[in-house]
C-alpha cells in the first residue's frame, strides 16, 4: 500500500508567434521544434503506456496561445513544409554517410523518429490538441489552463479588470477547445498575489500552482509545508513546488540533463554542414539556423563544441533509464521520511516546463516513459497522481493564505520588472486604462464591435510575459521588444478610431486575420467586476 503521492505536472506554454504576413519568421519554428521534439514524443509515450497497461497520471497545462497555435491552419500547413523539409534533408544525411558506420546509425535513427512524427502528426489530421484530449478523457492527463496570453498578474493587479481578463479569457477559451471547463491554472511563472485567488474561485477554477516558498510563509505556517496543499479562503487550493526533486532535473550543476551521454543541444547539422551542402535547409537569406539534427554529445563539463564526441542513443537511453530509476528511488525515501514525520500521506508536486523533455532534454521524454513504468512496476511506496484526483481524495486540507512568489531568478518579480524591461510597464498599463474605459461602451455598430474586440486582443498579446523575459535573458531580444510595439500601437490606432468614431475597416480586416487569437472574444471582460 503506498504512503505517498508524486505528481508530475509539465507547464507546456510557447508564446503566440503568428506571421500570415510573411513567408518566413524564424520565430515560428519554436512552435515547430516543439511539435517534433516535445509533443509528438508525449503522445507516443502516452501511446505506450495505455497499450502496455500502465495507467499513468499526469498534470499538464497548455496555454490559450499555445492550443490556439496547435489548431491554427497556417500554422499546421507550415509545419508540414517544415517537417516535409527535415524528411528530405535526413534522406540526404543517410545517403551522404553510407560509408561512415556511426553517422549513418545516426541518421537512420533520426529518419526513423522523423517517419514517427509524420505518422501520428497524419494519425491524428494534423491536430495535436485532439490527441491529447483524448488522454484527458480517459482521466489520465489532467490537462489545466494558464492566464490567456501568460501575462504576469502581480505586475498588473493595479487593474483587477486586466487580471480578471487574462483569467476569464482563458477559461472561456480553454471550454471550447476541451468541452469543459477547466479544474486548475498554471498562474503564469507560477506568480501569486494575495487576492488573485478571488478571481480564480469566481472563474470556477478549483486549484492553482506556486514556488513551494509560497507555501512555506504562507499564513498561518502550513503545518505540512509544501508536502499537501492548502486551501484559500475562498476554497481554491494551492499546490507548491517540491525543491528537492526540481533540482534533481533543473539543476544545470547536479541535474540529470547534464549527463555526458546526452545530446548536445548547442552543436547542429545546421552549422557545421557545409555551406552550399545545407543552404536550402536555413533560412531564406542563406544564414544558418539550428536544423534539428545533432550529431553529437555533452561528452564533458567545461569542453568547447568542437571538443564533442560523437553521440549514440542506445547509451543514452541506458542513461535515461538509469536516471528514472534514480529519481524513483529518492522519492520513495522523501515519502518515506516525510510519512514518519507528518503521520499522513505527503504529495511531492514536481513542476518542470514541458519543453524541457524533448528539446531542450532531447532524452526527457525517454526519463518520463521509464519512470512511469517502473513507478508502475516496481515500488509500492508511492502512486503517481494528477491534481484533481488528488484533491478529490483528500479533500480535507488547512486552511491558509499564500505568500507573494513566482518561480523565477530570487522567487519574486524581478526578472520580470528590472532595468531590460521596466520601459514597457508604464505603455501596458495606459494601454490597461484606455481598455476598461472602452469596455464601458455600447459599439454603435458591428464594425465598432469588432475593433472593440481586437483591442482586447491586442492588450491580451502585449501583456505576454514571454516579451519581458526574453529581454531580460538578452535572446532574441529585437523580436520581443518588435511585438511588444506592435500589439500597443495597434492598440493604441484603435483606441484613437474608436473614440473619434472612425474604424478604419480595411486594416481591421488584416489586423483580425493576422492576431486572431481569441476569435469569440468579447471586449466586456474588461468592465468592472
Known amino acids: 500500500m503506498s504512503i505517498g503521492y508524486l505528481a508530475l505536472v509539465l507547464h507546456a506554454h510557447l508564446p503566440f508567434v503568428r506571421h500570415p504576413e510573411s513567408d518566413f519568421v524564424l520565430e515560428e519554428e519554436w512552435l515547430f521544434e516543439a511539435i517534433t521534439e516535445t509533443y509528438v514524443p508525449l503522445i507516443t509515450m502516452f501511446e505506450g503506456l495505455k497499450r502496455d497497461g500502465v495507467d499513468f497520471k499526469l498534470t499538464m497545462s497548455m496555454t490559450p496561445p499555445l492550443v490556439s497555435m496547435l489548431r491554427d491552419p497556417l500554422l499546421q500547413d507550415r509545419y508540414d513544409e517544415h517537417l516535409s523539409k527535415l524528411e528530405e534533408l535526413i534522406e540526404m544525411e543517410v545517403e551522404r554517410n553510407e560509408h561512415n558506420g556511426h553517422l549513418r546509425y545516426l541518421a537512420e535513427h533520426y529518419a526513423e523518429e522523423f517517419s514517427h512524427v509524420r505518422e501520428i502528426w497524419e494519425k491524428y489530421d494534423r491536430d495535436l490538441i485532439k490527441a491529447f484530449k483524448q488522454y484527458q478523457d480517459s482521466n489520465n492527463l489532467e490537462i489545466i489552463t494558464c492566464g490567456a496570453t501568460h501575462g504576469y498578474l502581480p505586475l498588473m493587479k493595479m487593474y483587477p479588470e486586466a487580471v480578471w481578463a487574462q483569467v476569464k479569457v482563458a477559461v472561456e477559451s480553454y471550454a471550447e477547445h476541451f468541452d469543459r471547463p477547466p479544474n486548475g491554472i498554471w498562474l503564469p511563472e507560477c506568480a501569486y498575489y494575495e487576492g488573485v485567488e478571488r478571481m480564480l474561485a469566481d472563474a470556477g477554477l478549483r486549484y492553482f500552482l506556486t514556488d513551494g516558498h509560497g507555501i512555506l510563509y504562507a499564513r498561518p505556517r502550513p503545518r505540512f509545508g509544501s508536502y499537501a496543499p492548502i486551501y484559500t479562503e475562498t476554497g481554491v487550493a494551492a499546490f507548491g513546488r517540491d525543491h528537492e526533486s526540481s533540482q534533481q532535473v533543473w539543476s544545470s550543476q547536479v541535474g540529470y540533463p547534464g549527463a555526458a551521454e546526452y545530446r548536445e543541444f548547442y552543436r547542429d547539422l545546421g552549422w557545421d554542414a557545409e555551406y552550399e551542402y545545407i543552404k536550402p535547409y536555413v533560412m531564406p537569406n542563406g544564414q544558418r539556423k539550428n536544423v534539428g539534427i545533432k550529431y553529437h554529445k555533452i561528452t564533458g563539463k567545461g569542453l568547447g563544441l568542437s571538443d564533442k564526441d560523437w553521440y549514440d542513443p542506445y547509451w543514452a537511453r541506458e542513461k535515461a533509464a538509469e536516471h528514472a530509476a534514480n529519481f524513483m528511488f529518492n522519492r520513495e525515501r522523501q515519502v518515506e521520511h516525510l510519512h514518519g514525520i507528518m503521520q499522513r500521506p505527503p504529495v511531492i508536486v514536481s513542476p518542470y516546463d514541458a519543453e524541457l523533455f524533448g528539446h531542450w532534454w532531447y532524452e526527457g521524454p525517454w526519463f518520463l516513459d521509464y519512470l512511469f513504468r517502473k513507478t508502475w512496476f516496481d515500488q509500492g511506496t508511492y502512486e503517481m497522481t494528477h491534481l484533481a484526483d488528488y484533491l478529490r481524495d483528500n479533500p480535507t486540507q488547512q486552511v491558509a493564505k499564500p505568500s507573494q512568489s513566482s518561480w523565477g531568478y530570487k522567487g ?96 481591421l480586416v488584416k489586423l483580425e486575420a493576422i492576431d486572431n487569437i481569441f476569435p469569440n472574444i468579447n471586449y466586456r471582460v474588461y468592465r468592472s467586476l
Open 412 to 507: 519574486f518579480h524581478e526578472y520580470w520588472l528590472n532595468e531590460t524591461n521596466s520601459w514597457i510597464y508604464p505603455h501596458l498599463h495606459k494601454a490597461a486604462e484606455r481598455m476598461i474605459d472602452l469596455a464601458k461602451r455600447e459599439p454603435a455598430d458591428d464594425l465598432e464591435w469588432r475593433a472593440l474586440n481586437q483591442a482586447a486582443r491586442e492588450l491580451l498579446l502585449a501583456q505576454s510575459s514571454d516579451w519581458a523575459f526574453i529581454m531580460r535573458t538578452g535572446t532574441m531580444v529585437p523580436y520581443a521588444v518588435r511585438r511588444t510595439r506592435s500589439h500597443l500601437s495597434r492598440f493604441t490606432k484603435l483606441w484613437e478610431d474608436i473614440n473619434e468614431g472612425k474604424v478604419d475597416s480595411g486594416w
